[in-house]
């Protein structure tokens, strides 16, 4: 259940206005009846458009069955046995750790002479190059040129 934030009073008379907001998500029209739930214990009233006797997934009123507290027929129970109209479920999208693979650390004299290697071998390439090619930032290669 999930609150909504709306409140309302009580008229005179004993009487409570919906929002037309919960009418329009819950599907109730003027005129619908309604069913009251309560809780006495927690002091909780729920209220729910009443159905009546007919079957919860589309509304029928032949060859009813109870299940689960709900009520049935005998159509909508041989479709959901043969998985009639029955579409599957997706698997929900595995996501990526939050935390990044642990890089290997190399210290600054290994980056040192690596970068010296590669500044040799490819004297024109951008600092940006040299910072993928060594797994590094494009700060540290900064670093990495001052102490050359």
């Not at 919960?22 to 009233?45: C, H, K, N, Q, V």
């Not at 997706?90 to 980056?111: D, F, G, I």
Request: positive net charge.
């Amino acid at each position: 259940m999930k609150r909504t934030g709306m409140t309302r009073p009580l008229d005179t008379l004993g009487r409570i206005v919906i929002p037309k907001e919960i009418r329009a998500s819950m599907g109730i029209e003027i005129g619908d009846p309604l069913e009251f739930y309560l809780d006495t214990e927690s002091g909780f009233m729920g209220v729910g458009k009443y159905n009546g006797l007919s079957c919860k997934l589309c509304n029928s009123t032949q060859d009813l069955s109870y299940f689960k507290s709900s009520l049935l027929c005998k159509q909508c129970i041989l479709d959901m046995k043969g998985n009639v109209g029955v579409s599957p479920v997706p698997t929900p999208a595995v996501k990526e750790p939050a935390y990044k693979e642990h890089k290997v650390h190399r210290s600054s004299l290994q980056l040192l002479k690596s970068l010296q290697q590669l500044m040799r071998e490819h004297p024109k390439a951008k600092q940006s190059e040299y910072a993928v090619w060594l797994g590094v930032s494009q700060g540290r290669i900064s670093q990495l040129k001052k102490l050359l």
